[in-house]
């Protein structure tokens, strides 16, 4: 059975765009502790993504952070304003308090883990500024996105950086999910941060791709003056940068960073939906990240658990909350189109060739051309089946697929596009031959009406090709088609093999 991971989006490998940027970094000598050509480019690109200029410090946690661009903006008898449910306060061990010499964080509600601008401006109000037995307001700390999964709109943010800087003081931004924001409000980077009055940005990377590496990003370049110094008392000023610099450059670009939070956030909102569906589950909170809040039946959660899901329970009771949280790895796979990406030099070729003379070297010269174009295709097809079959196995125990007759699929109107993906061979020869060599459950299935089955009541409809998506008439489950399709696939497989399925 899979194992399906949902505790973090920490769990998740490192993305190929990262790994590939850590590779070419590995290459010979660099300068150390910064002075390597990766860590100098940083900051003029960072400058470009947020549309200003920026100063910016790579390190290795969300947590050093977070403390670390804290105890620039606070002193030691400061006080730092941040919601009751913020990272800061709940999960990174004092270590705020600890960088900052003992300021203390003041904790506000507010629902869906957002600070209430009114609150705020209450809890100021009654701070006791210039009275010498108080903490001093020194900061507010805002998530984005916050630990319900929700994200702060620009005039929110906006509201509370007039609050914080009406008072002279400062706005600190936990960024860990910053891209999933972005991602989620289609804005740019800058529109939430310093345009509407953020003073220094953590921009995490680890839980969206990268392996380790996260950045304090200052937009008021005068507080970063003593951070150099801060980061390297605190054992922060890695003497090879260029191993967090370069995932950081590779994150940002090409939207790297965006493309996995939008496939992060779009998993999100699809299990939601599916959730919505379920009559013993209620979402805790809206839906606008990565992060689910669910609220199920002690029953179900021991259940899913013997499923081989993973999660956190967030809050115990008979009516657990639980936490899941989508990565940016999920995926549909698409075939790529081989045959069909070559076709017009195929084409070119072909025609070229008929007006060449039978026999002569020109037109030998010709076949020779058209028969490596031929090859490379076949090559190229063959490694993707390779990769992809691995691909597979790596991520699950057991794989079902239908029992089809793929040579009738060869004389069908989906002739062109079935020998071009060459999916006969992959699933009758390479992939049993990877999951044999992985040891690795492979099984065939019965593939009648797996289009027309419902996976959840078992139903069947007739439908339509142009239907691309599965509505049941009974129990009204809704999903794409070909996902219902592969459900119903993994739904036979699983009950072939003795398994109870609900």
């Not at 706005?171 to 220094?200: Q, Y």
Request: proline share 4%; charged share 20%.
């Amino acid at each position: 059975m899979r194992n399906m991971n949902f505790c973090s989006d920490n769990v998740t490998e490192v993305c190929p765009e990262i790994m590939a940027a850590l590779i070419a970094a590995n290459e010979g000598c660099a300068m150390p502790y910064g002075a390597d050509e990766y860590t100098q480019r940083l900051e003029a690109k960072f400058s470009k993504l947020f549309e200003a200029p920026v100063t910016i410090f790579p390190v290795a946690t969300g947590s050093a952070a977070n403390a670390l661009a804290l105890s620039a903006i606070a002193p030691p008898y400061g006080a730092i304003y941040c919601h009751a449910e913020s990272h800061i306060n709940v999960d990174e061990c004092g270590a705020p308090e600890f960088y900052t010499g003992g300021a203390k964080l003041v904790t506000l509600s507010g629902t869906d883990a957002q600070i209430n601008p009114s609150d705020l401006a209450t809890a100021l109000e009654k701070a006791g500024i210039g009275i010498v037995h108080h903490v001093q307001p020194a900061a507010v700390s805002i998530t984005q996105a916050t630990e319900a999964g929700t994200v702060y709109l620009p005039e929110d943010i906006a509201e509370i950086a007039k609050l914080t800087h009406d008072l002279n003081l400062y706005l600190h931004m936990d960024g860990a999910r910053f891209a999933n924001a972005v991602a989620s409000l289609g804005c740019a980077p800058a529109d939430i941060t310093w345009r509407a009055g953020v003073d220094v940005l953590c921009f995490g990377a680890t839980k969206n791709g990268a392996m380790a590496a996260e950045a304090v990003v200052f937009f008021n370049q005068e507080l970063a003056k003593t951070f150099g110094y801060r980061r390297k008392r605190s054992g922060h000023l890695f003497s090879k940068m260029r191993y967090l610099s370069a995932q950081l450059e590779a994150y940002i670009t090409d939207d790297v960073w965006l493309k996995n939070a939008s496939n992060a956030n779009q998993m999100a909102t699809k299990l939601a939906q599916g959730l919505v569906n379920c009559p013993v589950a209620r979402l805790c909170h809206p839906v606008e990240a990565n992060e689910i809040f669910v609220e199920i039946p002690e029953s179900v959660v021991t259940g899913l658990r013997a499923d081989g899901f993973e999660f956190y329970v967030w809050q115990e009771g008979t009516l657990p909350i639980i936490r899941l949280v989508t990565t940016s790895t999920g995926k549909l796979i698409k075939s790529p189109k081989f045959l069909l990406s070559q076709l017009r030099e195929l084409k070119l070729l072909q025609r070229r060739l008929k007006n060449k003379e039978r026999g002569s070297n020109n037109w030998l010269k010709l076949q020779n051309k058209i028969a490596r174009l031929h090859e490379k295709i076949a090559n190229a097809r063959r490694d993707w089946h390779f990769k992809l079959a691995h691909q597979l196995c790596d991520g699950t125990d057991n794989i079902f697929v239908e029992d089809i007759n793929f040579k009738s699929w060869s004389r069908g109107i989906v002739r062109k596009q079935s020998l071009d993906s060459g999916i006969g061979q992959f699933i009758n020869e390479i992939l049993p031959y990877i999951c044999w060599k992985k040891g690795k459950y492979f099984a065939k299935v019965d593939k009648n009406y797996t289009s027309q089955e419902c996976p959840k009541c078992g139903h069947r409809q007739k439908k339509k090709l142009s239907d691309r998506k599965h509505i049941c008439s009974s129990c009204g489950y809704q999903v794409n088609r070909d996902v219902a399709a592969a459900k119903v696939i993994r739904n036979r497989g699983l009950i072939a093999v003795g398994h109870a399925v609900q």
